[in-house]
C-alpha cells in the first residue's frame, strides 16, 4: 500500500546505525508521537508520494523526530496611556515565528569526501526534526476555528514534514557548491544559454546536443576517473544525472519543490 497509518510506520529503533549509513533503511523512519485525544490510527503517510519526491532529491531516508522549541509569539501594540496607568491596546501588533522544524543532511558515506564530487554523486539521509509545541499550537488554533483534531494534526505535520524536506533537499542538492565559485558557474550557464540561444536563431540546432553531451562526458569522465583512485570504482551507478553538470543540480531541486508542494503526505482516513 502506498498509504500507511502513522502507527504502522517504521521507526528508528527498527534498523541499527549501521544499515541507515548503508541507505538499506525503509524511506520514512517516524518518530514523532500525538496526543492520547488525537486518534493516530486515522492519520496515514502517503509514502508513495514520499519515494516519487525522493527519486528527484536523491534521498535515501527521511528521519523523522520530534523537538520542543519555541511556540510564536504575537505582542500588540499598545496606542496611549489610561489615567489609571494602564495601556490602550492597538489593532496592530508584531508577530515572532518560531520555526515549525529543522533539518539536517548525512552524505553517503561511500561516496569520496570531495566537494565537487558530492555535488553530483550520491544520496542522503534527511534528519527532520518537527516542533512539537509549534505544531500544537497551530492545531490549538485550527481546533478553534471548526477542525477535528486528526484535520488540525495532518495539516500541520503535512506542512511542516513539507517545509523541511524541501530545505534538506536543497542542501543536499545545491549545498556543495562553493560560494566563492558559485558567481562564475552562473555566468558559464548563462553563456551556455546564449550559445543555445544564438544556435537556435541561426538554424544551428543539430550540434546542440553533441555539444551538450560531449561536455557531460569530459565532466563525468574526469569524476569516474577520481572515483576509481579514491574507491577502486567509478560509482557511476550513484551519479546523479542533472541539466547542471557541476556544483549545484537546480533542475532537481527545481522540481521535487513543485511535486512536494502538490503532494499531500499525511492525510486523515475518511
Known amino acids: 500500500m502506498s498509504k500507511l497509518p502513522l502507527t504502522e510506520l517504521p521507526s528508528l529503533e527498527d534498523y541499527d546505525t549501521q544499515d541507515i549509513l548503508s541507505m538499506n533503511a525503509a524511506p520514512l523512519l517516524w518518530g514523532v508521537h500525538l496526543p492520547p485525544s488525537v486518534d493516530a490510527e486515522r492519520l496515514q503517510f502517503n509514502v508513495g508520494a514520499l519515494e516519487r519526491v525522493q527519486r528527484v532529491g536523491a534521498v535515501a531516508t527521511c528521519l523523522v523526530t520530534e523537538y520542543q522549541g519555541d511556540r510564536s509569539e504575537f505582542t500588540l501594540g499598545v496606542t496611549g496611556i489610561n489615567a489609571d496607568g494602564t495601556g490602550i491596546a492597538s489593532s496592530v501588533g508584531t508577530c515572532r515565528p518560531a ?6 543532511h548525512i552524505d553517503d558515506p561511500a561516496i569520496p569526501d570531495n566537494r565537487i564530487i558530492r555535488s553530483s554523486f550520491g544520496k542522503a539521509i534527511l534528519q527532520q526534526s518537527l516542533n512539537k509545541a509549534e505544531l500544537a499550537s497551530k492545531v490549538s488554533d485550527e481546533i478553534r476555528s471548526g477542525k477535528s483534531r486528526e484535520d488540525a494534526w495532518a495539516r500541520q505535520l503535512n506542512s511542516a514534514f513539507a517545509i523541511s524536506f524541501r530545505a534538506g533537499s536543497k542542501e543536499h ?36 546536443p553533441l555539444l551538450y553531451a560531449g561536455a557531460q562526458a569530459v565532466v563525468t569522465g574526469r569524476d569516474a576517473l577520481y572515483n576509481i583512485k579514491a574507491t577502486g570504482d567509478t560509482l557511476l551507478s550513484e551519479k546523479r544525472w542533472s541539466l547542471f553538470m557541476r556544483d549545484h543540480q537546480s533542475d532537481r531541486y527545481a522540481a521535487l519543490s513543485a511535486m512536494s508542494r502538490l503532494a499531500t503526505f499525511v492525510s486523515v482516513k475518511k
Open 173 to 208: 542538492l545545491m549545498g556543495h557548491c562553493s560560494k566563492l565559485l558559485l558567481p562564475l558557474d552562473y555566468l558559464f550557464y548563462a553563456g551556455y544559454g546564449y550559445a543555445i540561444a544564438s544556435a537556435v536563431a541561426a538554424g544551428h540546432t543539430t550540434s546542440l
Open 99 to 104: 520555526e515549525k522544524s529543522k533539518v539536517s
